[in-house]
């Protein structure tokens, strides 16, 4: 994927940038193309032109992708591991992705999580990293406030735990009923004309 100067992109794990420059370096005898980008933050990253791919820059996402963006937040759905090692494991892969959609799915699972149980160090330095992620890049593509853009994620996860909920209780609601019609089609028909009559 090639960018030009000017160009918004995202580094993983590390949020928004601009390419400032492309120029060229040699390094121990090597020589390679690099974008300059300038983070957020005012640090500048060098990126390889070459490893681009390999590190997952990428464009920010686009107005249309904003909407889908809500719309995976606020959806329902949370991954729920028990297993804090494979939790940890699953979404730390999932932040190095790059994709905002991988870093959406740990955001939805980390609060969620944190609404029953306190988050460990690690985990809770990831789930701020996740909601600074998403947040700022929806900022940059709305442009608008950061508080407004946090207050529509809060939202959106808020609509995504209640879904859940609903979706449980719903569940729950409809196992009784089924064990019902299936003890109801274990009773042999001799017995069922016995009450019958």
């Known amino acids: ?69 809500f719309s995976l937040l606020g959806d329902g759905k949370i991954d729920n591991h028990q297993n804090w090692k494979g939790r940890f494991k699953d979404n730390s892969d999932r932040m190095r992705t790059g994709s905002i959609y991988d870093v959406v799915e740990v955001l939805k699972s980390l609060t969620f999580l944190s609404k029953s149980k306190s988050l460990s160090f690690r985990e809770k330095r990831m789930l701020d990293r996740a909601k600074f992620l998403v947040v700022s890049e929806i900022t940059e593509v709305l442009g608008e406030k950061t508080p407004q853009v946090e207050v529509k994620v809060d939202s959106a996860l808020e609509r995504c735990f209640a879904v859940k909920a609903r979706n449980e209780a719903r569940a729950k609601a409809a196992v009784p009923t089924r064990a019902k019609s299936a003890a109801a089609a274990r009773v042999s028909p001799h017995r069922r004309a016995a009450r019958a009559s």
């Not at 193309?33 to 640090?43: D, I, P, S, V, W």
Request: contains cysteine.
């Open 1 to 69: 994927m090639a960018f030009e100067i000017g160009d918004k992109v995202i580094y993983p794990n590390h949020g928004l940038g601009v390419i400032e420059r492309i120029e060229t370096k040699t390094i121990m005898g090597t020589t390679c193309g690099f974008y300059q980008l300038r983070m957020a933050n005012e640090t500048t990253v060098f990126v390889p032109v070459d490893n681009v791919d390999g590190v997952g820059l990428r464009r920010a996402i686009t107005d249309d992708e904003v909407e889908r963006l």
